[in-house]
């Protein structure tokens, strides 16, 4: 079976198209995805990767296993050997090889486990240091993440009462563990911290989740005596051994930005960056930093970002400005098999990718998952860099651009903004604002761009569109759009836009690589508006109230609580959607055979989907709710269609459609 599992992979690797000269780039020219093939009776659902010294993998489960895999790059006979190291742990989400051993993070306690006669299995379980639980089914645990001291770095995730809720000692923290088993509290406003990671100057970071304080994912470097944004870990800083003093009481819940929020109230850490929700994924995982030389392509010293609810790895260039780190936020390679959880670099400089959708749902539709990410050895046309400058930003190509696309401003777009900070599941994005472009400076070499940009501001997420760059071959951007979030503005000298209008007006100024606005008027505002289709109020026509009322819950993975209901045609219809879940959902009716598409289309209104609660333009939308946030409800009216048929109701938040589905059946 395993030889079959492998030749199937290999021949839908063969599948893949390949990029002609002709054709758009695609992401797996330059990245392919190869799937380890794994044995018939393994729930291979991963919690943790790490490998060890001889090349193997380990992979910790959900389902509390600690599997060996030898040969996982699939040489030679390239057959991998799959061995139990361990079994019997509680979801461990997290693994670490430290010194011959493998530490796994389990619901209550950081674990060494130690094979002590060589023959591939775990002799001992040591418990190095154990932690409170309240029994709450949020109270998840991750890590290790070693130190170069040798201590190990914990996050434990907040317990979940329809918010967040720090239910037991310590949790929403960031720990540290000796080697002896001493914790200690390092960091706190944690919500879902799921991944933890270095970047290239060997400071801490942390990856964060949509939700309750948590307007968008995003990554934030961590220090001792942080505060990073979610209060409910504060009902511990009274504790002598607290490093962090903030009490829940001091932190507003006024829904400004938390940039505002947290210029007033020290030891307040914001984001380094935020990765916009729907459009840089919706369930932020690992971070792993490209320390491989170049040997995965040219994105050294940079930051890859996975993301479980998309199944993709989105790409951060970090900078420090003021003695603040922030910077960029691109999208990387999508198409994995399952949710994203965590990643490992292999020993050829390949990216172990090990994926769990159970519970979590995931655009990749496997419930598990193990697949390499494998440089092709071709450079993709990509924008590396993006850095902040005292009056915009400057860009910094893999390859030159063709100079006059470059100077053309209207190949650029860009705005600014932001997310609200508030008590509340998530944000829409607010106070979005289109920036006015006014030079475009292309460097000798082509390599960069410099764009003077009027309206920054900073603590705000600005996004960038490049989408009219072409390179000197004429190829198109692989991602044109990335998002940088300014939480300084750098001094330095700025652009003379004055000199530069006097150079361009001089014979043959057609040969200097720059473009300058011609006048300081923004751009039209080209929003446009959904139209309507959502009745909270039942008509007063309806003298006799609704023919059918229909109350409609949820499940867990990503499930309506009924999978289908039946109205007559022209009936007058009440349905209440009650969002227990721990998520958002929204309840949208369309015409049959189309949930994917309209999923899709609220996937593309980029930064007006959630302030449009991912409500498409489309005929194919009859009625809908809004977003709603969890433990909350909204009622809708509508008369069914004439028609009969099997429409379809979806959610259509980012990722959700794919299957969060169920059937309004309209008979005669």
């Given at each position: 079976m395993v030889a079959l599992l492998l030749q199937l992979s290999l021949d839908l690797q063969a599948q893949e198209p390949a990029q002609s000269d002709a054709g758009a780039p695609k992401e797996q020219d330059y990245y392919s995805i190869v799937t380890v093939p794994i044995p018939d009776g393994i729930e291979l659902e991963v919690g943790g990767l790490a490998v060890t010294p001889d090349g193997s993998l380990g992979v910790a489960t959900r389902r509390g296993e600690?599997?060996?895999?030898?040969?996982?790059?699939?040489?030679?006979?390239?057959?991998?050997?799959?061995?139990?190291?361990?079994?019997?742990?509680?979801?461990?989400l997290g693994l670490a090889y430290h010194e011959g051993s493998l530490f796994a993070s389990q619901r209550s306690e950081l674990t060494k486990l130690t094979d002590r006669n060589g023959d591939g299995r775990a002799d001992t379980y040591?418990?190095?240091?154990?932690?409170?639980?309240?029994?709450?089914?949020?109270?998840?645990?991750?890590?290790?993440?070693?130190?170069?001291?040798?201590?190990?770095?914990?996050?434990?995730?907040?317990?979940?009462?329809?918010?967040?809720?720090?239910?037991?000692?310590?949790?929403?923290?960031?720990?540290?563990?000796?080697?002896?088993?001493?914790?200690?509290?390092?960091?706190?406003?944690?919500?879902?911290?799921?991944?933890?990671?270095?970047?290239?100057?060997?400071d801490v970071f942390y990856a964060e989740n949509q939700g309750d304080w948590v307007g968008s994912g995003r990554i934030t470097h961590v220090e001792t005596g942080d505060f990073v944004g979610n209060p409910e870990g504060l009902?511990?800083?009274?504790?002598?051994?607290?490093?962090?003093?903030?009490?829940?009481?001091?932190?507003?819940?006024?829904?400004?930005?938390?940039?505002?929020?947290?210029?007033?109230?020290?030891?307040?850490?914001?984001?380094?960056?935020?990765?916009?929700?729907?459009?840089?994924?919706?369930?932020?995982?690992?971070?792993?930093?490209?320390?491989?030389?170049?040997?995965?392509?040219?994105?050294?010293?940079?930051?890859?970002?996975?993301?479980?609810?998309?199944?993709?790895?989105?790409r951060v260039?970090?900078?420090?400005?003021?003695?603040?780190?922030?910077?960029?936020?691109?999208?990387?390679?999508?198409?994995?098999?399952?949710?994203?959880?965590?990643?490992?670099?292999?020993?050829?400089?390949?990216?172990?990718?090990?994926?769990?959708?159970?519970?979590?749902?995931?655009?990749?539709?496997?419930p598990f998952g193990l697949q390499r990410l494998v440089w092709t050895g071709k450079v993709p046309f990509e924008i590396k860099t993006a850095k902040a400058r005292p009056d915009g930003f400057e860009l910094e190509f893999t390859k030159p651009v063709d100079a006059s696309a470059a100077q053309n401003m209207d190949a650029y777009q860009l705005s600014s903004f932001n997310y609200k900070y508030h008590h509340n599941y998530g944000s829409p994005v607010i106070e979005l604002e289109d920036l006015l472009l006014k030079a475009a400076l292309v460097s000798e070499d082509g390599l960069k761009v410099r764009l003077v940009v009027d309206g920054l501001k900073e603590g705000y997420i600005h996004e960038i569109n490049a989408e009219g760059i072409r390179s000197k071959e004429g190829m198109g951007l692989l991602h044109a759009v990335g998002y940088y979030t300014l939480n300084q503005i750098p001094t330095g000298e700025k652009v003379d836009l004055?000199?530069?209008?006097?150079?361009?007006?001089?014979?043959?100024?057609?040969?200097?690589?720059?473009?300058?606005?011609?006048?300081?008027?923004?751009?039209?505002?080209?929003?446009?508006?959904?139209?309507?289709?959502?009745?909270?109020?039942?008509?007063?026509?309806?003298?006799?109230?609704?023919?059918?009322?229909?109350?409609m819950g949820t499940r867990p993975g990503l499930k309506y609580d009924k999978d289908f209901f039946e109205?007559?045609?022209?009936?007058?219809?009440?349905?209440?959607?009650?969002?227990?879940?721990?998520?958002?959902?929204?309840?949208?009716?369309?015409?049959?055979?189309?949930?994917?598409?309209?999923?899709?289309?609220?996937?593309?209104?980029?930064?007006?989907?959630?302030?449009?609660?991912?409500?498409?333009?489309s005929e194919d939308v009859l009625f809908h709710t809004n977003i709603l946030s969890p433990e909350s409800s909204e009622t809708i009216y509508f008369e069914a269609p004439m028609v009969p048929g099997d429409y379809t109701y979806v959610c259509t938040f980012p990722g959700h459609a794919y299957v969060m589905q169920g059937i309004m059946k309209v008979t005669e």
């Open positions: 600690v599997w060996l895999v030898e040969n996982p790059y699939m040489t030679g006979t390239r057959i991998p050997r799959f061995t139990r190291f361990a079994e019997g742990l509680h979801e461990p040591e418990t190095i240091v154990s932690w409170p639980l309240s029994g709450n089914y949020h109270e998840y645990s991750y890590g290790p993440l070693f130190t170069p001291e040798g201590d190990m770095l914990v996050n434990l995730n907040l317990g979940w009462i329809g918010h967040g809720a720090s239910l037991a000692k310590w949790r929403g923290w960031m720990m540290k563990v000796s080697p002896e088993g001493d914790m200690k509290p390092v960091a706190t406003g944690m919500r879902s911290p799921a991944g933890m990671g270095y970047n290239a100057e060997g009902v511990w800083t009274h504790l002598e051994e607290s490093p962090v003093k903030l009490k829940p009481e001091d932190i507003p819940d006024t829904g400004e930005p938390m940039s505002k929020v947290a210029a007033d109230i020290p030891g307040f850490k914001t984001p380094a960056v935020w990765l916009p929700h729907g459009l840089m994924g919706i369930s932020t995982s690992d971070i792993l930093l490209d320390n491989s030389g170049g040997a995965f392509g040219p994105f050294t010293d940079q930051l890859f970002v996975g993301d479980q609810g998309h199944s993709k790895i989105v260039y970090l900078e420090k400005v003021n003695g603040v780190y922030q910077g960029v936020a691109f999208p990387f390679r999508e198409g994995f098999s399952s949710g994203i959880l965590r990643m490992a670099w292999g020993k050829d400089a390949s990216v172990f990718v090990g994926m769990t959708s159970r519970g979590w749902s995931s655009t990749g539709k496997e004055s000199e530069i209008r006097q150079t361009a007006a001089k014979p043959h100024a057609a040969h200097q690589n720059v473009a300058v606005a011609a006048s300081n008027e923004p751009a039209p505002d080209n929003a446009n508006s959904n139209r309507s289709k959502r009745m909270t109020e039942m008509p007063e026509s309806w003298t006799n109230g609704p023919d059918e009322r229909v109350t109205v007559k045609a022209g009936s007058k219809v009440q349905i209440t959607f009650n969002n227990n879940d721990d998520m958002l959902h929204n309840l949208v009716i369309v015409m049959p055979n189309t949930a994917i598409e309209v999923g899709e289309e609220a996937l593309e209104m980029g930064l007006e989907g959630s302030q449009k609660n991912y409500i498409p333009n």
